[in-house]
């Protein structure tokens, strides 16, 4: 046996020896619901590692079953017996936890429909506008003479364009075709001649509303709603421009006094500057004349050093 196959050995010892334990101390009689959600979390985490054993379990037969074929050797009965009861202890505390854990299993409760507590859409309440058009509509000769009072006024029915006789001038055929001289009945019957005058539609033209006349003050809901917001709108603008323009007004004086304070500034640089010069100027001249009399105080030194000396010299000498 291998030193893996050793250490998968002493593992699975350790980690059955531990589960069954486990499994005797556990309380599986619960009382309240977090006792109970408890002891399905234990046996869910117990299951794992009973996986694992049964992984260890497997590696090691499969382990052993590669030596006995490359060696030619017949496992022992010990080792067979042991690998047996091990894994009839794994199936034994599966089994326990698997009942311990569809007894602990919480029930899926379903939440409560949220759309059980919002009210049913009203329909809204829409007022449609009534719109009347009058208007004095010259009547044809071929028209009839009365208009049905269920049409609108100003509006013609099907029925008023109908011709005067009670005779249709039109011929049928046998599969609802007109024949070729209804239309020609229809045209020598209904024709006259030519006025002077411009034809004029049978229809008048719209004419437009006269500026007096009243509109409808009867709007829709929606419509109600849309010039309301339109005016809040409105009003919101026009107080976000006010504001705008006393912003504007603020910055320009803000920027004015900037300005002045920049002048100022600008002024007292240039009197700096003058004055600068003026001193530069000075110094410049100050320091040639400066350097002519230091020039000439060191020569009267050194002159008369030298006067001194060829006097002592010529004392010396005579």
Known sequence: MSSESSHSQVNLTRLLRRLEKSV???NWDYQSLAERTTAWIRAEGMLQSLSYARKLLSDIKNEGRGLDESFNVKRSDPQSEYLQAVENKINTLESVLNDAKSRAQPKKSKPPSFLSHVPPPRPKLTIRPEITITSDVPRSPILKSS???SSMSGILSPEALLPLDGESPFLHLGNGLLSPMSFSALHTK???????SPLEPLIPRSQPPAPDTPQSTDLPAFMQTSLK???DLSEQLALMAAQLKRNAQSFAAQLHEDNALVQLAHDQLEGVHTRVSTERATLRNFRSKSGYTTCMALGIIVVVVVAWVMMFFMIKVT
Do not use: D, G, L, N
């Open 229 to 231: 917001t339109q005016e």
């Open 190 to 196: 209904h024709s006259r001649e030519q006025p002077e």
């Open 24 to 26: 005797q101390s556990q």
């Open 147 to 149: 208009i049905p009072k």
